[in-house]
T-cell receptor, first 114, second 112 residues
Framework: NAGVTQTPKFQVLKTGQSMTLQCAQD?????MYWYRQDPGMGLRLIYY???????DKGEVPNGYNVSRLNKREFSLRLESAAPSQTSVYFC?????????????FGPGTRLTVT | GQQLNQSPQSMFIQEGEDVSMNCTSS?????WLWYKQDPGEGPVLLIA?????ELTSNGRLTAQFGITRKDSFLNISASIPSDVGIYFC????????????FGTGTSLTVIP
């Protein structure tokens, strides 16, 4: 049981390049999330998917797109990377509804855009 | 978005001392979570709280869901060096379905 896994762990992009961050969970959770973490800003929600087949914008969605590929996988795409997107990106999952409403995080992807 | 005020921002304490930190929100929450994050790692869930007044412990950690449902508290007793890290609160407002909002973190340093 690996929990939440993310790839890659590190990435350096040039301005304008594109890339996709991958996330998978093996806890059979319905909901998945993408956050970014910047110094002094805490974690800010980019997009989330309450259940398979649905996605919604979070607090800072501009410049990103997401795909909920299936119940296990939720990817985050940067179409044209900008230096302002230099950050640590975390994927998380949780169960929707019922008493268990806890989020579990992956190890993060450290992205630098030059 | 929701504003979560977490305090203090940082703490420097002697090993063996107790620690208290808190989080307040501008609206009512129905879930409060407390996380610890070590450098280079993702946040790890410590304690989850689901109803007003609830007090839950996890070893030397105790967290409480405030009566007003707009705040939460985390206490660490008899701190040890491995308690070093950043502690985050997170909450789920009653009216936003499945979104969680995070505080800006409390950085804890334990001096041996």
């Amino acid at each position: 049981n690996a929990g939440v896994t993310q790839t890659p762990k590190f990435q350096v992009l040039k301005t304008g390049q594109s890339m996709t961050l991958q996330c998978a969970q093996d806890m059979n959770h319905n909901s998945m999330y993408w956050y970014r973490q910047d110094p002094g800003m805490g974690l800010r929600l980019i997009y989330y998917s309450a259940s398979e087949g649905t996605t919604d914008k979070g607090e800072v969605p501009n410049g990103y797109n997401v795909s909920r590929l299936n119940k296990r996988e939720f990817s985050l795409r940067l179409e044209s990377a900008a230096p302002s997107q230099t950050s640590v990106y975390f994927c998380a999952s949780s169960e929707y509804g019922g008493r268990v409403r806890e989020q579990y995080f992956g190890p993060g992807t450290r992205l630098t855009v030059t | 978005g929701q504003q979560l005020n977490q305090s203090p921002q940082s703490m420097f304490i002697q090993e063996g001392e107790d620690v208290s930190m808190n989080c307040t929100s501008s609206s009512i929450f129905n879930t409060w979570l407390w996380y610890k994050q070590d450098p280079g790692e993702g946040p790890v869930l410590l304690i989850a709280l689901y109803k007003a007044g609830e007090l839950t412990s996890n070893g030397r950690l105790t967290a409480q869901f405030g009566i007003t449902r707009k705040d939460s508290f985390l206490n660490i007793s008899a701190s040890i060096p491995s308690d070093v890290g950043i502690y985050f609160c997170a909450g789920r407002p009653s009216n936003t379905g499945n979104q969680f909002y995070f505080g800006t973190g409390t950085s804890l340093t334990v001096i041996p």
